[in-house]
């Protein structure tokens, strides 16, 4: 009885071991296969994009506007958001965000701005990758290859120009120019809370909550971008938003 126990243990143990196997191999297999197998573009290819146009050239874009033309506050408004931790994350692929779950026991984490970028540069350079399960899985490896590749400033100025914040409007400039008739330097602090939640939910064009806007606004005043006295001017200031006739429906939402 006792042999047969320990003859049943050690099959267990080389079953067990042969899994482990198994599944390394599946695992650098999958690593491999998404990191050049299925033609994501490269780090070099991404380090080549114009700095003085859009990365996404189809759709209903105007000016592309750099990063320091464009309002600090508007770029703290952003990322307090988006994504507090912004410049303070470090550039990771999915398995060390994986990782460092595992380690830190909570749930893994990305920044929004950055897989925003993401999708839009996919999108834009490898429209072959974006079908399927190619798209789930190749989207986060290339992510932290965009995180490698580009700076934060140089992300951050791409979400500003390519994000898609609603009534046909792709760039915070366009934005503002389509809710308000402003440049974003003319935008006043409940304005560009709105332009800020609808780079996350572009249907609030068409059905307006105060609620997420007034969220936006409490993430700006907790990163201190704005004071409690503007805080409270902002949720209490109503929104006249521009009428416009026409809706792109095919425009997805951003995250």
Same mark, same amino acid.
């Given at each position: 009885m006792r042999n047969a126990l320990i003859i049943f243990g050690k099959s267990v143990l080389a079953l067990l071991s042969l899994a482990g196997v198994a599944l390394l191999w599946f695992t650098g297999w999958l690593i491999w296969h998404y990191e050049y197998g299925i033609g994501l573009p490269t780090e070099s290819t991404l380090s080549a994009l114009s700095q003085t146009d859009h990365v996404c050239t189809t759709g209903s874009r105007g000016a592309f506007v750099p990063l320091a033309d464009i309002p600090p506050l508007v770029r703290e408004a952003v990322v307090a958001f988006e994504d507090p931790d912004f410049y303070k994350r470090p550039a990771a692929g999915p398995l060390a965000l994986f990782? /460092?779950?595992?380690?830190s026991g909570r749930r893994p984490t990305a920044s929004n701005i950055s897989s925003s970028v993401t999708r839009n540069c996919l999108t834009a350079l490898s429209p072959e990758c974006c079908k399927g399960i190619y798209w789930h899985i190749g989207n986060l490896v290339f992510m932290g290859?965009?995180?490698?590749a580009l700076s934060r400033d140089r992300i951050l100025e791409i979400y500003l120009n390519d994000t898609y914040f609603g009534r046909n409007a792709d760039g915070v400039a366009m934005?503002?120019?389509?809710?308000?008739? $402003? +440049?974003?330097?003319?935008?006043?602090?409940?304005? *560009?809370?709105?332009?800020?939640?609808?780079?996350?939910?572009?249907?609030?064009?068409?059905?307006?909550?105060?609620?997420?806007?007034?969220?936006? *606004?409490?993430?700006? /005043? $907790?990163?201190?971008? *704005?004071?409690?006295?503007q805080a409270v001017a902002a949720k209490?200031?109503?929104? +006249?938003?521009?009428?416009?006739?026409?809706?792109?429906?095919? $425009?997805?939402v951003n995250q």
């Open positions: 990782a /460092l779950a595992v380690v290859r965009v995180e490698r934005a503002a120019e389509t809710y308000f008739s $402003k +440049p974003p330097s003319e935008l006043d602090v409940h304005e *560009i809370a709105f332009v800020v939640a609808c780079g996350r939910r572009p249907c609030l064009s068409k059905h307006f909550n105060a609620s997420f806007r007034d969220h936006a *606004i409490d993430r700006m /005043l $907790k990163a201190g971008v *704005i004071s409690e006295t209490d200031h109503p929104l +006249p938003l521009n009428k416009k006739p026409t809706e792109d429906q095919n $425009k997805p």
